[in-house]
C-alpha cells in the first residue's frame, strides 16, 4: 500500500478547486448571460458529444488495473471544470457589449475544449495529480481558445471536426508536458501499468461510444452537417477493418491486441475530421480511414516504444498515435483537398497555405505551451507522486479492502510463503 | 450461502406480478389509446430520460459488492410496472371523453413517476423483497400523482424538474418507509454492505449517465427549454468540482471518496430542478450547485451515520443526500426566486406562498405515505429476507458460483484452515 | 492456456479482411454518392440504432466468462464490415443512374443489416473463427438483401421493425448454420461455457441499451413514427413483468436467472415489430408482449436443453428464443393484424396472404442459405478453434495475465497441490 497521502495535499487541492469555482462564478457573473435566440436544434448533437467527453474518454482510459477510478473520477474533474473554462477563454474572442452569450453551440465549443485537456491527462495518465491537472486544464484550454481563433478566425482555415486544433493540439500538448515531466525510474515497466481483464473490458464502453458518437463530434458545428456525418462514419468503419487486420499482422502469433481495437479504431474518426464536411466522396473518407488505422497502429506497435526509451517521452494512452499522427494527416488532408477542389466556407475561399499555416501553428502552440506548462507542473509544491505510487489509485482515493484480483493472488501468495516458512 | 429462497415465494411474486400486468392491460383496454396528435418532437429528450432512468439509476445501485444482479435488474422491473402505472395514475387527473392520451410527453411523465419509486428503493436497497417492491411501487406511484396534481393544478407552483414532487416526494417517502422498517439487526455494518472495486466501477456508469443527460430531465417539459439545460448544466458543473473539493477536505487524509463522487456530484441537478426554467443566469445556478454540493457532501460524511444509529433510519444510497437535502434545496430556491422576480407560467403569477405549500404538502404526503407503505410492507406474508440475508443477491437470483472476489478470499482461507488442521 | 493461435491464420485473416475492405472500397468510389437531399431529421433515431448495434448486441454477449474481448470486439469487427457492406447490397437493388444515394435512411438500413449477422453470430458464439465470420457477414447479408427486397417490393409486405427480415431471418440463418457446424464434443456443458458475477453485470449494458432504444429501431423507417415508438415501449414494458414473473416460476427455488431477464425482456420489442406502427392499440402491444415473454421463457428453458441433446442445435445465445420464435410471433401477428384490419402502406392495402409468404420466405431463405453458408464455413482452411479452445478469447487474443477470477481459484488449487505433493 503506498504511504499516507501527505495530509497538506487535501488542503491544497480543496482550496484551489474551491477558489477556481468561485472565479469562475464571478467572472459568470460579470461576463454571461442567455443568448437571446435559444434553439434546441443542436441539442441531440450536443447530448452526443457530452457522452464522448463524460463516458467516452472517461471510461477509455480506465484500462489501467489500478487506476480506474482516478480514470473517470479525474476526466470528470478536468471537463466539468474544463466546460465552465472554456465558455469564458472562447467567449472573450466573440464578445457582444462586453458579454458572453451562451446557447447550445456555445456549449458544444465548451465541451470541445476540454476535450484537449482529456487527451493530454491521457499522455500523463498515472502519473500526475489531480492539483497538476486542474493548473493544466486551465492553462491548457487557454492556449487552446487563443490558437483556435487564429486558425478559425486570422487564418480562415476549415478543421470542423478538430483533427489539428483539439486532437493534434492535446496531444503535442500533452507529449511536451511529458517529456518535461519524464520519470527515469518509469524506464522499466511499473508493475501496475498494464491492464486486466475486466479493466480493458470497461475500456471498451468508452471505445464504443467514441466510435459511435465521433460523426456528432464532426458535424456538430458543421454547415454540411450530413456530409460531415456519413464521411466520418465511413472512415471509421474502414479504419476499424485496416485496425483488425493490422493487428493480427503485427503480432508475432497473430493475436488482436485489445490496445489497439481501444485506440486504432478510433483514428478515423479523428483523421477525416479537417475535411469531414467537404465533398470528399464516401470513398475518399474510406480511404482516410485506412491510411489513419495503419498509422495508428504501427505507431503504437513501434513508436511509443521508443518514444518511451530514446525521446525521453513516456505516453501512458498512446495519444500520439490515437490524437497525434492522424490529427497531422487530417491537417494534411485538409491541404490536399483544399489544393484538389475549391471550397468556401462562410465565403472565403479555403487556400492550402492556409491549411499548412493552421497546422503548423497548432503544432508549435502546442509544443511550446505544453512544454512551459509541464515546466510549471514540475514544481514539487504541487504534489505530484512518486514513481512508485504512479498508476495506483490508492494514492487518491479510498479504494476497497480487496481491490484487485491481482493483489489477491499476491495476497495469496504471502500467506502461502509465511506458511511454508512457518514449517 | 444463504438458505434457499422460500419456494411458497416463486408462487406469490409470480401471481402478484402477473396479476398487477393483468389489471394494467385491462385498464389500458379501457381508458388509453394513442393522442390524436403525435409529434416526435420530444423523443430525443425521451430517450434521454428513458436512458437515466433504466442505465442511470440502474447501475448507479450497483456499488453494492454482492447486490449488483438486484440493483439493476429490480430496478428494471420497478420502472417497466412504474411506467405502466404511471400513465395510469398520472392519465386519471387528465382524462378527456373517458380517455387517457399516450404521446411521448406523457411517457416522459410516467418515466418520470418511475423515478419517485426508484429513489425510495435506493433507500430500501438490499433490505425489501421485490414483492415489497412492486407494492410499493403501485402506492408510491398512485400517491405521487395525486401530489403532482395538487401541486400542479392546485398551488400552481412550478417545480419543471421535479426537485419536490419527485426528488423530496421519492427520498422522503423511501425514509419513512426505511424507518417503518427499521432493522435493529443491521446497527453493526452488514458484511456485504460495502463496494469492492469493480462494483464502484458499473457505479460509476450510472452516475455518468445521470450527470449527463440531467439537462434533458430538468428540460423535458419545460416550456424555456434550452435556459433549463443550461442552468442545469452549469448547476452540475460547479457542483461536482465542490464536491471533488469537500471530498478530500472532509476525508482525514485527503482523499477522494467513491460514494461522494457517484453521488453528490449530481445534487446540482436535483437542486436547480424547481427554478430551471427559471431566467435566474448561469451564475446563479452555479451558487445553487455549490450548495447542493456542500448539503450533500456533508450529509453523506456526517448525517447519514447519525440517521442510522439514532433516528433509526437506515438509508443505504444515502439518498436523504443526493435526492432529500437537495430536493428541498430546490423548494426553498424556488420560494426566493418566485419572491424576488415576478415569473409567469401557464398565464398565472408564481407566488412565494404557493410554492411553500407545495413543498410543505410534498413532504408531509411523502412522509404520512411512506409511512403507511413501510407498515404495510412489513406484513410478514411478503417475503423479506432475513438481516443476515440482506444485500446478497443470492436470496433471490441464481449466482454464478465463483461469484465475487470476496468469496474466493474467503474459500482460499478455508481451505488453508482445512488444510492446516490436516496436517 | 490454449495452444498458439496457427501462425498461418494471422495472413489468412489479415489478408481477408484487407482485401474485403480493398473491395469495398472500389465499389464504393464507382457506385456510391451523397444523396442530393441530405436531411439530419432522422439522425437521433440513426444513433440509438447505432448504439444498439456496437453497445447493446456487443455487450450483450459479453455473459461468457472468457469470451467479452471476441464478443464485443468480433461485434465490432462484424457490425463495421456489415455497414458497408449492406449498403451496397441494399443499394443496388434500388440505384438511381447508376447510382447509390447514402443519406440517414440508408445508414440506418445497413446497420440494421449488420444486425442479423450479429444474431447470427449469437447462435454461433465462441465457436467460430473471425475469418469465419467476416464470410458469414458477407453472405448473409448478401441474402437478407435479397429476401428483404422479396419481401418489401415483391410482396409488399410490411415488416417495419423487422421481426421477420431481421430477427427471424437472422436467429435461423444462425441456426441452420450451427447445425451444420454442429460440435458433438461439446455436448457435455464446455467449461468455459458460463457466466461470472460481473461478465452477467456487463451482459445487462447490453441489454439496457437494446431495451432503451428499441422503440427506435422499430420506428426509424415507420411512417406512424410515434405509433412504432408507443407499441415497442408498452410490449417492452408487458414483456419484462411477464419475464420477471416466469424466471421466478420454472425455477424450482422460485430464483431469478438472469439469463432470462438479459434476453427474455427484450422478446417484447421482436414480436411487436411487423406491426408496430399500425393502430393495433396499446393493450394489443401489451398483449403481443406478453405473449413473447412466456414464449421466450419456455423456450430457454425446455427447448434450448432438447434443441442441443436431440437436434444437434447448439445455440451459445439461445437466439431462437429471444429473436427465432418471437420473430416468428411477430409475423404471425401481422397476419392476424392485416387479416381482422385494413391496412394500407404506401398504398397498397396490406393482406394476409402476403404476409404469410413473406413469413414463409424469409425462414426458407434463411434456413437454406445458412445451411449452405455453414456448409463453406466448415472448410478446415479457415480456422476453426478445436473443441476445446472454445468460448476462450485467448485463442484469438492477448489476454492479461491474471485473466479471470476463475483462473486464480484453479491456480491457487494447483499450487496447493503441488504443494501437498510436495510434502
Redesign the interface.
Known sequence: MPP????S???K???L??L??VI???L??IF???DSN???NL???F??V??MI??GF?FLM?FL?KY??SS??FN??IA??G??WGILMQGFWHMERGKIS???ES?INADFSTATALISFGALLGKTS?IQMLILTLLEITMFACNEHLVTKVFKATDVGASMTIHAFGAYFGLAAALVLYRPGLTNKHEND?????S???A??GT??L???WP?FNSAIAE????A??NT??S???C???T???S??V????????VL?QNA?LAGGVAVGTCADL?I???SA??IG?IAGIVSVLGFQFLTPVMASKCRIQDTCGVHNLHGLPGILGGIAGIVVTAIKTETRNGHVLTPAMQAAALGSTLAIAIVGGALTGAILKIPFLGQVSDQNCFDDSA?????E?????E??S??RD??SR??AAM
Chains 1, 2, 3 share one sequence.
Do not use: C
Request: net charge negative; proline share 3%; aromatic share 18%.
Open positions: 499516507d497521502f501527505d495530509t495535499m487535501k488542503f487541492f480543496s482550496i478547486a474551491l477556481l469555482e469562475v462564478i464571478v459568470f457573473g454571461v448571460d442567455y435559444l434553439s434546441a441539442y441531440p448533437h447530448q452526443d457530452h457522452v463524460f463516458v472517461g480506465t488495473k480506474g477510478f473517470v473520477g470528470m474533474l466539468a471544470f466546460l465552465q451562451v446557447n447550445i456549449m489531480p498494464e491492464s486486466t481483464y475486466h480493458d473490458m470497461f471498451m464502453i464504443l461510444f466510435w459511435l458518437f456528432s454540411a452537417r450530413v456530409t456525418i456519413i462514419y465511413y471509421l468503419a474502414a476499424t477493418i485496416v483488425f487486420a493490422l493480427s499482422l503480432d508475432k502469433r497473430g493475436k488482436f491486441s485489445m481495437i479504431t465533398e466522396h464516401p470513398f474510406m480511404f485506412v487518491y482515493w479510498e479504494v476497497p480487496e481491490e484487485t484480483v491481482h489477491i493472488h495476497s495469496h500467506e502461502h506458511f511454508e
